[in-house]
């Protein structure tokens, strides 16, 4: 029997580019860990990572960008977080942008829209 398609609840286009960014658990002292993105979107992202997440979990993140020379500090919560490999070492890590600084945003529709033009949907 064929599966039923998920509704897609984004609002914005997700791009499939590789990309490399730090995060942590909000508001604490706790070491930034690295992340391997999957998709990104101007509301969200998917990272592949070693470190579990707990759903509901604040992250802060930085994105390098070639745009400005300093990162993009935004926040995000984690919406899903999954397990991968038969031992999960692995976690494939869902998290949807929660703030973003007003000087950032635009640096990060711009980000978005020039990696969606090189995938040819922009």
Same mark, same amino acid.
């Given at each position: 029997?064929?599966?039923?398609?998920?509704?897609?609840?984004?609002?914005?286009?997700?791009?499939?580019?590789?990309?490399?960014?730090?995060?942590?658990?909000?508001?604490?002292?706790?070491?930034?860990?690295?992340?391997?993105?999957?998709?990104?979107?101007?509301?969200?992202?998917?990272?592949? *990572?070693?470190?579990?997440?707990?759903?509901?979990? !604040? $992250?802060?993140?930085? #994105?390098?960008? =070639? %745009? @400005?020379?300093?990162?993009?500090?935004?926040?995000?919560?984690?919406?899903?977080?999954?397990?991968?490999?038969?031992?999960?070492?692995?976690?494939?890590?869902?998290?949807?942008? *929660?703030?973003?600084?007003?000087?950032?945003?635009? !640096? $990060?529709?711009?980000? #978005?829209?020039? =990696? %969606? @033009?090189?995938?040819?949907?922009?």
């Amino acid at each position: 029997m064929e599966q039923p398609k998920k509704k897609e609840r984004r609002q914005f286009a997700r791009v499939k580019k590789t990309l490399y960014v730090m995060y942590h658990p909000y508001g604490t002292t706790a070491p930034w860990n690295s992340a391997t993105v999957q998709d990104i979107g101007e509301a969200g992202m998917s990272v592949s *990572t070693v470190n579990e997440s707990t759903v509901g979990e !604040v $992250l802060e993140i930085k #994105i390098t960008t =070639f %745009l @400005k020379p300093q990162p993009i500090i935004l926040l995000g919560k984690v919406v899903c977080c999954e397990g991968r490999g038969s031992e999960k070492r692995n976690w494939i890590v869902h998290i949807s942008f *929660t703030d973003v600084k007003e000087e950032d945003k635009p !640096v $990060l529709q711009e980000f #978005i829209q020039a =990696f %969606l @033009k090189s995938v040819g949907k922009g």
